[in-house]
């Protein structure tokens, strides 16, 4: 008989942790990762720190890209510290070694090319993935116990996504992240100093935005926790004397950017509450089949849209400001990707509706419908955003997280520019080759952009019946499901011939295959194996 232990023969139970969460519960079991014994020589390269003038630029670019979205580290005090050191080895006794290997990996992924070409590396995927093996292996040898500053370097590390089989990536360094933090207490108001230093509060929100994020742009609703620590939403207080002492921005700038952080933490309430009632409207209706309350579900979604109309506008009234004002690009970029989460949660929030089984065939039509015009109307408002953001910012600039925000509002539009290209709300030609244009050139710099352009030719290929590429045909395999073509073959002949589209039910039709074929693309946690980089257009951007 297979019992729940038995999954786990061969691991001794001391091995075995069961961490506390703030509501009393015991979270998941977390068995330790086995440690490898790697070479002296290993363990010596992964303690060597970039060069002197290279790390200047790093922790520059870091401050500047990393920091707004991720506050994990307390700038002022870093900066203090780091401008007393005069070498490498006082830098490494004042300042966690593993912790600043973590910051100089997040900060090669938005390095310009003309720094890079500085370097000894040849792409920023090599780069990052040399930083990577020398944070692991001084994970895996626990060069530090602080748990603070081990769920700083996790946090870090969920950026992470390669192109070979490493499993190591997203989920799993944000379940690191929960399993320090929980071991730490770092949750809990009560176990906090209080000192100006302290970033207990600041971190435990970037565990829960980073949690809610993956989870949902990455549609793995089911890994969401759920925020049960009696902490406050983050305040500008909060960021003590870097708040008005920065050191790589203007006061004005990190005004702009310690709001958009705040503002995010908000934002991820409300992802959270969206993708929880998703997960549970999901397993209801596969439980209850055609019985579950549709006008329930209805009326809950009209009250999320309320809210995400709230949640603009008062984000507007507070930042619109600063989106006016000249100021650091990097500020207003910061703003700009918030938008463009909030513009891709309107159309996720309907998603589910586009396939849906109900004892009234009319309700349900009129659902459908409604659902087909909500995601019509906001996806191209999206990517006519986006377009806008991308035109005005380099490439080095954008933020890693846009890309699974993007794919499927962008699907929404070839399907419009498919079968009603005349459409005057969509995004011209010029704008949807735009995007592609980014993805393509974003590839080489984020494995995570490389899935979504493949993505991308995929749903062009079947919605012209044609046989998707090989990448495509690689995706669809390890995905563990087949796209049915036959569908896309039926309706291509109608793009051909027919400017006024496809009526509703073909259409809706069209866009849940379409949705199902991106979500479980990005619900897997492997990624595109090495071979498939080269086959992405080398065209540059900016």
């Known amino acids: 008989m297979t019992t729940a232990l038995s999954v786990f023969q061969g691991v001794n139970a001391e091995d075995i942790e069961f961490i506390t969460a703030p509501s009393g519960k015991q979270t998941r079991p977390f068995i330790e990762p086995l440690t490898f014994a790697p070479e002296p020589e290993a363990v010596e390269s992964a303690k060597d720190l970039p060069e002197k003038s290279l790390r200047d630029e790093l922790v520059a670019i870091y401050f500047r890209h990393v920091h707004p979205l991720l506050p994990v580290i307390d700038e002022y005090e870093f900066v203090r510290i780091y401008k007393s050191c005069s070498n490498e080895d006082e830098l490494s006794q004042q300042f966690d070694i593993m912790l600043f290997q973590a910051m100089m990996f997040m900060a090669f992924a938005y390095m310009a090319e003309d720094q890079l070409a500085r370097t000894p ?14 944070v692991k292996i001084l994970y895996s040898l626990r060069s530090t116990t602080d748990p603070i500053v081990l769920t700083q370097v996790c946090l870090l590390l969920t950026f992470w996504s390669p192109y070979d089989s490493d499993t190591q990536v997203n989920c799993y360094w944000v379940d690191r992240a929960f399993h320090h933090a929980r071991t730490g207490r770092i949750w809990d108001p009560d176990n906090d100093s209080g000192t100006m230093h302290s970033r207990n509060k600041i971190i435990w929100w970037c565990c829960l935005n980073r949690d809610r994020q993956t989870s949902f742009a990455l549609r793995r609703l089911h890994r969401m926790r759920e925020n049960d620590s009696a902490w406050t939403h983050v305040t500008e207080l909060d960021f003590g004397a870097e708040a008005f002492m920065p050191s790589f921005t203007d006061i004005e700038g990190k005004k702009a950017i310690i709001s958009a952080f705040i503002w995010l933490c908000k ?4 992802i959270a509450e969206i993708g929880m009632f998703q997960l549970h ?4 209706r596969g439980q209850a089949g055609d019985t579950t309350d549709l006008m329930a579900e209805m009326t809950r979604i009209s009250d999320f849209e309320y809210q995400l109309q709230s949640w603009r506008k008062q984000f507007m009234n507070d930042n619109q400001p600063y989106l006016e004002k000249p100021m650091p690009q990097i500020s207003k970029v910061t703003l700009l990707f918030l938008q463009v989460i909030h513009a ?41 955003r986006f377009v806008k953001m991308i035109s ?15 794919n499927f509002p962008f699907a929404v539009c070839q399907l419009g520019h498919h079968f009603n290209h ?5 995004p011209t030609a010029m704008q949807m080759e735009e995007v592609m244009s980014f993805f393509r050139a974003f590839s080489r710099r984020f494995s995570g952009a490389l899935t979504s352009t493949t993505m991308m030719r995929a749903v062009g290929h079947l919605l012209e019946g044609k046989k998707p590429s090989e990448e495509g045909e690689r995706l669809g395999k390890r995905r563990r499901t087949s796209v049915d073509t036959g569908v896309f073959k039926r309706t291509a002949a109608i793009g051909d011939h027919n400017d006024t589209g496809l009526d509703t039910d073909d259409e809706t039709r069209l866009l849940d295959v379409i949705a199902g074929f991106i979500d479980l693309s990005l619900a897997a946690d492997d990624n ?15």
């Open 121 to 134: 590396y040849e792409s920023i995927p090599q780069a990052q993935k040399d930083m990577m093996e020398k």
């Open 267 to 270: 934002l991820g309430d409300l």
């Open 281 to 284: 409207s999901l397993l209801a």
């Open 344 to 384: 891709s949660l309107v159309t996720a929030l309907y998603r589910p509706y586009l396939h849906i089984s109900s004892r009234d065939g009319l309700f349900e039509s009129s659902i459908q419908t409604m659902t087909l015009r909500k995601m019509k109307e906001t996806s191209p408002k999206l990517i006519k």
């Open 392 to 406: 005005h910012t380099p490439i080095q600039d954008i933020p890693l997280a846009v890309v699974a925000w993007i």
């Open 422 to 426: 005349k459409d005057p709300y969509l």
């Open 528 to 542: 595109i194996p090495a071979e498939a980089y080269g086959t992405v257009s080398d065209r540059s951007w900016h």
